[in-house]
């Protein structure tokens, strides 16, 4: 398995194919010496990118992370991290979440204090926020671009009229823009990234994704067919609506898993595999976010590289004509 980088999106910055997150899992799901396990399972397999959000274990994610960060010796130069602003930490005030000038500066100096860091690679608004004029947050950013605190901002799960006025803002006043987006994209999630937002890539400043989910959350392992297995996702406290909606709302992806189950050992793989590589099959995808809870899930997912080179045209053919009815 060699890894591959690609640029993202227009920027000069170099990410690796695929990434590592901690959403769940850091803080929350599994013990800091699986979380030290996971990450230099990454790093040493060329991942330089790794994810993070305020509101991820309420910061204790950021916490575990940027303490295994800080032991690593890894150079500051090898790799990439980020946060995300918008759902708050601990404080659940007015102010502690949404995209405000105050709680954009003030999650950006929490994350890079419980980081470790003395700046974020990216910082993504985490969701758009209603209730704050979009030039207040395209200022906030470009503010912190220019201290030096973020090099990269970009937006997650942002419509693309959205992200077409924060462009506009941006240029009329001379302020950094967004260059990348966080969306979710998997064989069952798709139309933004192909369609919605088709018109966002080869317009300045261009627009790079690290995508989210690409196992919808595992229900794209075929783990979720036959019931909710101990010790997955789906049990984890606090999930309870993510699991009401993959065992209900998703019944009609989950009659099509089988069938995909069928076409990866075809291929002599696995379907997790299969799933990621579909994803990297997109060469508008820069990243793809993986996230494991132990590291023979990572090991696993990481093999997806080795299979890039099978995806054919026809193969990618069956693949669409399979997930796509129930694919949103
Ligand atoms: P996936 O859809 O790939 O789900 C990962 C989970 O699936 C794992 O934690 C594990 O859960 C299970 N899993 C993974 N690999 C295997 C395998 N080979 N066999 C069996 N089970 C497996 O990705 P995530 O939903 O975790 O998203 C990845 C990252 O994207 C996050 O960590 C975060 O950084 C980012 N993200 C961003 C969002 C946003 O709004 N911007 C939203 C969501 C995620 P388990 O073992 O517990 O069942």
Same mark, same amino acid.
């Given at each position: 398995?060699?890894?591959?980088?690609r640029r993202l999106g227009r920027t000069g910055l170099q990410v690796?194919?695929?990434?590592?997150?901690?959403?769940?899992?850091?803080?929350?799901?599994?013990?800091?010496?699986?979380?030290?396990?996971?990450?230099?399972?990454?790093?040493?397999?060329?991942?330089?990118?790794?994810?993070?959000?305020?509101?991820? *274990?309420?910061?204790?994610?950021?916490?575990?992370?940027?303490?295994?960060? /800080?032991?690593?010796?890894?150079?500051?130069?090898?790799?990439v991290? $980020?946060?995300?602003?918008?759902?708050?930490?601990?404080?659940?005030?007015?102010?502690?979440?949404?995209?405000?000038?105050?709680?954009?500066?003030?999650?950006?100096?929490?994350?890079?204090?419980?980081?470790?860091?003395?700046?974020?690679d990216l910082y993504f608004c985490?969701?758009p926020?209603?209730?704050?004029?979009i030039l207040?947050t395209v200022r906030a950013m470009h503010d912190l671009v220019v201290?030096?605190?973020v090099l990269y901002w970009g937006t997650s799960e942002w419509g693309a009229a959205e992200i077409l006025e924060a462009r506009r803002l941006a240029e009329k006043h001379n302020l950094h823009a967004p260059v990348m987006e966080q969306p979710?994209?998997?064989?069952?999630?798709?139309?933004r990234v192909e369609q919605e937002y088709a018109l966002l890539y080869d317009t300045e400043p261009g627009l790079g994704t690290t995508i989210?989910?690409?196992?919808? $959350?595992?229900?794209?392992?075929? /783990?979720?067919?036959?019931?909710?297995?101990?010790?997955?996702?789906?049990?984890?406290?606090?999930?309870?609506?993510?699991?009401?909606?993959?065992?209900?709302?998703?019944?009609?992806?989950?009659?099509?898993?089988? *069938?995909?189950?069928?076409?990866?050992?075809?291929?002599?793989?696995?379907?997790?595999?299969?799933?990621?590589?579909?994803?990297?099959?997109n060469p508008r995808v820069s990243t793809?976010?993986?996230?494991?809870?132990?590291?023979?899930?990572?090991?696993?997912?990481?093999?997806?590289?080795?299979?890039?080179?099978?995806?054919?045209?026809?193969?990618?053919?069956?693949?669409?004509?399979?997930?796509?009815?129930?694919?949103?």
């Amino acid at each position: 398995m060699t890894m591959l980088y690609r640029r993202l999106g227009r920027t000069g910055l170099q990410v690796s194919a695929l990434s590592f997150g901690a959403w769940v899992t850091f803080g929350n799901q599994i013990g800091d010496d699986t979380a030290r396990e996971l990450l230099e399972t990454a790093y040493a397999s060329g991942v330089n990118f790794f994810d993070n959000a305020e509101g991820y *274990a309420d910061g204790q994610a950021e916490v575990v992370m940027g303490r295994i960060l /800080k032991n690593s010796g890894w150079a500051r130069s090898s790799y990439v991290v $980020s946060s995300k602003v918008f759902f708050g930490d601990t404080y659940k005030g007015p102010n502690g979440r949404g995209l405000s000038r105050k709680h954009v500066v003030e999650a950006c100096h929490a994350a890079l204090a419980r980081l470790q860091v003395d700046h974020l690679d990216l910082y993504f608004c985490h969701r758009p926020d209603p209730d704050t004029p979009i030039l207040e947050t395209v200022r906030a950013m470009h503010d912190l671009v220019v201290q030096g605190k973020v090099l990269y901002w970009g937006t997650s799960e942002w419509g693309a009229a959205e992200i077409l006025e924060a462009r506009r803002l941006a240029e009329k006043h001379n302020l950094h823009a967004p260059v990348m987006e966080q969306p979710q994209y998997n064989l069952f999630h798709r139309r933004r990234v192909e369609q919605e937002y088709a018109l966002l890539y080869d317009t300045e400043p261009g627009l790079g994704t690290t995508i989210w989910s690409p196992l919808a $959350s595992g229900l794209l392992t075929g /783990k979720y067919n036959d019931g909710v297995p101990p010790e997955s996702r789906l049990t984890v406290k606090g999930l309870e609506w993510l699991r009401n909606r993959i065992t209900a709302e998703q019944k009609p992806k989950l009659d099509v898993v089988p *069938a995909l189950v069928a076409i990866a050992h075809e291929l002599d793989t696995t379907l997790p595999r299969l799933a990621v590589a579909w994803c990297l099959a997109n060469p508008r995808v820069s990243t793809v976010i993986l996230g494991a809870s132990r590291p023979t899930q990572l090991r696993e997912n990481l093999g997806a590289l080795d299979l890039l080179p099978k995806l054919t045209p026809e193969l990618l053919a069956r693949l669409d004509a399979l997930a796509l009815p129930a694919a949103t």
